[in-house]
Nanobody
Framework: QVQLVESGGGLVQAGGSLRLSCAASGSIGSIDAMGWFRQAPGKEREFVGAIRWTGDLHYGDSVKGRFTISRDNAKNTVYLQMSSVTPEDAAIYYC???????????????????WGQGTQVTVSS
C-alpha cells in the first residue's frame, strides 16, 4: 500500500502562482511514476502532468509552459508548480502513483494504483 498526502492548495489570484506537494509513504518501492490530475465541477478528470522516476516529464496541453513538475527523492515528494494561473485552472487537484510501464500511458487515470485525497485550488479573477 502507498499513502499519498497532498498539500498546498488554496486561493490564488489569476496570474499568480501556487505550488502543490504530494508526499508518498508506504510501499513506495513498487511505484515508478506519479501523475497529477484535476477535476472541476461537472467535468471529467483531466490529466495535468506526470513524472516517471527515469526523469521523463509529461504535461497536458492546457498547462504546458505554465506548470512544472519536480521531484525530491529524499522526501519522496513530487511538486506541481503552477504559474500564470487562470480561472480555468480552478479544480480539485489529485496526485496518483503506480507502476506505469513504458507501454502504459501516463495520461490515463487507470494507469495509476493509488490516489491522494485531492486538494482544492480556487482562482480569483
Amino acid at each position: 500500500q502507498v499513502q499519498l498526502v497532498e498539500s498546498g492548495g488554496g486561493l490564488v489570484q489569476a496570474g499568480g502562482s501556487l505550488r502543490l506537494s504530494c508526499a508518498a509513504s508506504g510501499s513506495i518501492g513498487s511505484i515508478d511514476a506519479m501523475g497529477w490530475f484535476r477535476q472541476a465541477p461537472g467535468k471529467e478528470r483531466e490529466f495535468v502532468g506526470a513524472i516517471r522516476w527515469t526523469g521523463d516529464l509529461h504535461y497536458g496541453d492546457s498547462v504546458k509552459g505554465r506548470f512544472t513538475i519536480s521531484r525530491d527523492n529524499a522526501k519522496n515528494t513530487v511538486y506541481l508548480q503552477m504559474s500564470s494561473v487562470t480561472p480555468e485552472d480552478a479544480a480539485i487537484y489529485y496526485c496518483a502513483v503506480g507502476h506505469v510501464s513504458a507501454a502504459m500511458a501516463v495520461h490515463t487515470t487507470n494507469s495509476y494504483d493509488y490516489w491522494g485525497q485531492g486538494t482544492q485550488v480556487t482562482v480569483s479573477s
